[in-house]
């Protein structure tokens, strides 16, 4: 994008809200009709033929195919698609590209990352307003992406050299034997990123992958692949060598396992389901594998949590995003002694949302993405409701705000075999269910195939922590839904049991991107008989010096 748009974008971003929409409210809403700001801006504002042009740019891609709003389900752009034959390609320029890229100082390569971070807060306005259109989220929810991009960019940018330098180990015999660990990049990085957070699940994973040296070869969702295309366009900006940064695009079961068929390593962020394909991929090949898969979070809310905290906590835990997070809440788990007063709250502000199409702040949940996800969240409602569940709020759909909307809901009395109560939704419905003993909670809580995050709510931080620990997922949060423990780059996120493999963030997030290697240098005399001892005295002279490095506490 020109300077001059990104001028335009900011400030058309900071018109006032006017008033609601006229259009017909359908008979059972609760939610009032979100505004749209006087002079709003339009998709075809935002997506010029010059911006997608110049994003376009950066695909290896000789097919046509679009993506599409699901503010209103127009065609946003005309995108070019990939074939296995493309995807060939783009790994055939990142592989020649990479090993000038591995042989830049690592201190150069973490200050593009740097370099990033200040771009990104500069020219915020535009990657929000792409952000929004390809999602349908609300600004607010699209910007916790530039939060988190620019965390992973500040954090790895900072500390990729201490994680990737030289590190002195113990050797075999202490004095004689000096040993250094290496980290040497994996190569060529196949990268398979989703819809619902296409900022922070594209470029956000990529980050470190490239301060570790290594190119990357990404398919980002076709839908969003916009978002994706723009920030490759500005770490390229940033200094990034464009062959580095390869973009195929294409539908996945055709692109995604000609990534995986090509790839050194595969980051992939999606579904169980498709997980568990791509690990298979990837283990036939013998290539290294992270994944972050589904999740059926659950919210505690002990008997000493303030309720009205708790409450508000739970807005943003169960509905940020239209509830299209991996690591939302979907289960919330209420102490029978304060559930009237908590759920009379949470009630109360999650009738009160408004939801928008405005490319602006001001809205309190946007769009869902897709006629699936529609589909599986009216499918979880009304069956429920069928089997006898009580919807506290929300429980419809909303084409008077557009087509993909859905209120936030809330259900009571949710029990098995609705599928509610055991499938992931991945949409703005959470159930509550009540509890008076703590372990039972905690059996609940982890009766569940997944383990991704947790949230637990209490004024005794002791008390948080021994509950925490004992709950089987990734990250748990105290007094907080999912921000805390995912905005704490400097710490492992992931997921346990069928929640995934591996963990982003932190020492492991980058030196998953590596291959250890071990250089050890014998000196003065070698593991083996020598200065004139046979192999009798030669083992009876290791034994004693065994005995004797353990006597000393030699590690």
């Not at 590209?97 to 973490?110: H, I, S």
């Amino acid at each position: 994008m020109t300077d001059t748009q990104a001028r335009a974008n900011a400030t058309a971003s900071t018109s006032t809200p006017a008033t609601s929409s006229s259009a017909p409210v359908p008979p059972g809403a609760t939610n009032p009709v979100a505004f749209a700001p006087a002079a709003a801006r339009t998709a075809a504002d935002v997506v010029t033929p010059e911006v997608v042009a110049q994003l376009v740019r950066g695909v290896v891609g000789s097919g046509r195919t679009a993506n599409h709003t699901p503010f209103t389900g127009e065609r946003l752009a005309e995108l070019p698609e990939s074939t296995p034959e493309d995807v060939a390609e783009a790994f055939a320029r990142a592989r020649a590209a990479q090993p000038a890229w591995a042989a830049t100082p690592v201190r150069r390569r973490a200050a593009v990352l740097l370099r990033f971070h200040d771009l990104l807060l500069e020219r915020q306005a535009e990657v929000l307003d792409l952000i929004q259109l390809e999602t349908g989220k609300a600004r607010l929810h699209a910007h916790e992406e530039v939060q988190a991009v620019t965390l992973a960019a500040r954090h790895y940018g900072v500390r990729a050299a201490a994680y990737l330098g030289p590190k002195r180990r113990g050797g075999a015999v202490p004095a004689l034997t000096k040993v250094t660990e290496l980290r040497q990049p994996r190569g060529v990085v196949g990268q398979i990123s989703p819809w619902n957070y296409p900022l922070e699940l594209s470029v956000g994973d990529a980050l470190p992958a490239f301060a570790a040296g290594n190119a990357v070869v990404m398919k980002p969702d076709t839908e969003t692949a916009l978002t994706a295309l723009w920030a490759r366009d500005l770490l390229v900006e940033a200094g990034l060598p464009a062959e580095v940064f390869q973009v195929v695009l294409g539908d996945g079961p055709v692109v995604g396992p000609e990534v995986v068929r090509h790839a050194d390593y595969v980051s992939f962020t999606g579904s169980t389901r498709t997980g568990r394909e791509v690990a298979k991929g990837a283990a036939a090949r013998l290539v290294g594998v992270s994944l972050e898969l589904g999740g059926k979070n659950a919210m505690l809310v002990l008997r000493d949590a303030d309720v009205e905290k708790a409450a508000a906590g739970a807005v943003r835990a169960c509905f940020s995003s239209a509830g299209q997070l991996c690591i939302s809440i979907e289960r919330l788990y209420v102490h029978e002694s304060v559930a009237d007063a908590f759920l009379e709250r949470f009630v109360a502000r999650t009738k009160a949302m408004r939801l928008g199409t405005a490319l602006a702040y001001g809205a309190d949940m946007g769009s869902l993405v897709g006629e699936r996800q529609l589909e599986t969240v009216v499918r979880h409602v009304e069956e429920a409701v069928a089997k006898g569940a009580e919807v506290l709020a929300g429980g419809v759909a909303r084409p008077d705000v557009g087509p993909l909307f859905y209120e936030p809901t809330i259900l009571d009395g949710v029990r098995e075999p609705m599928a509610v109560c055991g499938e992931e939704t991945f949409g703005p419905v959470v159930s509550v269910y009540r509890f008076t003993d703590e372990d039972e909670v905690v059996e609940r809580a982890n009766a569940t195939p997944y383990g991704l995050n947790a949230s637990v709510w209490t004024k005794d931080g002791r008390r948080g922590l021994a509950v925490a620990s004992r709950l089987r997922a990734g990250t748990v949060n105290i007094n907080e839904g999912y921000g805390a423990a995912y905005g704490s780059v400097q710490a492992p996120m992931g997921g346990m049991k069928d929640s995934g493999l591996g963990r982003r963030h932190g020492s492991e997030g980058i030196l998953k991107y590596t291959e250890a290697q071990t250089v050890a240098h014998q000196r003065l005399m070698p593991l083996a008989p020598s200065f004139g001892m046979d192999d009798e005295k030669y083992a009876a002279f290791m034994s004693r010096s065994l005995r004797l490095m353990k006597a000393l506490r030699l590690r």
